[in-house]
């Protein structure tokens, strides 16, 4: 079983581990949320002037830290797993990524061409996109720190 696993072990017993990862895990949210804002917020009219291709240097900065989320995730999941999959936060939170994934996906591609043009201004389908995304990020970003608060440890 998982939670009897190695790892789960060495982030259970030592708190500097799992103080370590949280503080991973919220360094990545950062990255992932700063920069997919920051795309959401030009695409609905802020910091007009700046192209979108500017954002996208970003990108680099956003996947570093969703892999640096991946990772510290899977080791903190290792030390709960079983409570953590009976959570409906952890349940929605995990949703809220996926969906805010796929929704930043296709804000990319509704962006298209158009990221090169400083003073563009974005229809309704990518600034309906953009909403959605800020949504979904904001949901998994509220619902992560709920676990805490949320969880059984009993």
């Known amino acids: 079983m998982l939670s009897d696993s190695p790892v789960s072990a060495w982030v259970s017993e030592s708190t500097w581990t ?24 030009r695409v609905l009219g802020f910091g007009q002037g ?4 500017d954002l996208e240097r970003l990108r680099l900065v956003a996947w570093g830290g969703f892999f640096a989320n991946a990772i510290s995730g899977a080791i903190l999941f290792c030390s709960n797993g079983p409570r953590l999959v009976a959570n409906n936060m952890f349940q929605i939170k995990i949703a809220s990524i996926i969906l805010g994934g796929v929704a930043l996906w296709g804000l990319w591609r509704a962006i298209g061409p158009n ?7 974005f229809g309704g389908q990518a600034k309906s996109i953009a909403i959605g995304t800020l949504f979904f990020w904001t949901v998994a970003i509220v619902t992560g720190r709920y676990i805490a608060y949320t969880i059984n440890f009993g």
């Open 50 to 53: 700046m192209p979108v291709a």
């Open 115 to 121: 990221r090169l043009e400083p003073v563009f201004v």
């Open 18 to 41: 799992y103080y370590g990862m949280l503080a991973v895990h919220a360094v990545g949210m950062a990255a992932v949320v700063g920069g997919t804002f920051m795309l959401c917020l």
